[in-house]
């Protein structure tokens, strides 16, 4: 996690998770200081090894087979030659790297919510 300042309560701090790039709200008692040499991105590697997860650095194209989105996701870490095509997911939808994305081919947001439909019906 990664502090990003005060809250709206006091002792109360917006942090960010380095992996997800999610916001949560966390009481000061449960914030410890972490001091290291380590950049930004070298903690978010870190974390993402930590969890056994991959960081998104960039969704540069999309493509649909059938009706299902597709990503071309370049990860952090990795050569561009290693970018995947990934399904759209509700956790990619939550990337800032999506929201980049979409301001450069703002027509592609039109057709989310109708993504976002298909996956929560196939979630129930």
């Not at 993402?48 to 540069?60: F, G, H, L, Q």
Request: with cysteine; hydrophobic share 35%.
């Amino acid at each position: 996690m990664w502090c990003i300042g005060p809250d709206k309560s006091p002792n109360v701090y917006r942090v960010r998770n380095l992996t997800s790039g999610k916001t949560h709200s966390i009481h000061a008692d449960r914030l410890r200081v972490f001091e290291t040499s380590l950049t930004l991105d070298q903690l978010k590697q870190v974390a993402a090894e930590r969890d056994d997860e991959y960081v998104v650095e960039e969704i540069n194209e999309h493509k649909f087979e059938g009706r299902k989105l597709l990503l071309h996701v370049i990860w952090e870490g990795y050569l561009p030659e290693e970018a995947t095509w990934e399904p759209f997911t509700l956790e990619l939808d939550k990337l800032e790297a999506l929201d980049r994305y979409l301001e450069k081919v703002p027509h592609l947001a039109k057709k989310l919510p109708a993504q976002r439909k298909m996956l929560r019906f196939k979630a129930n």
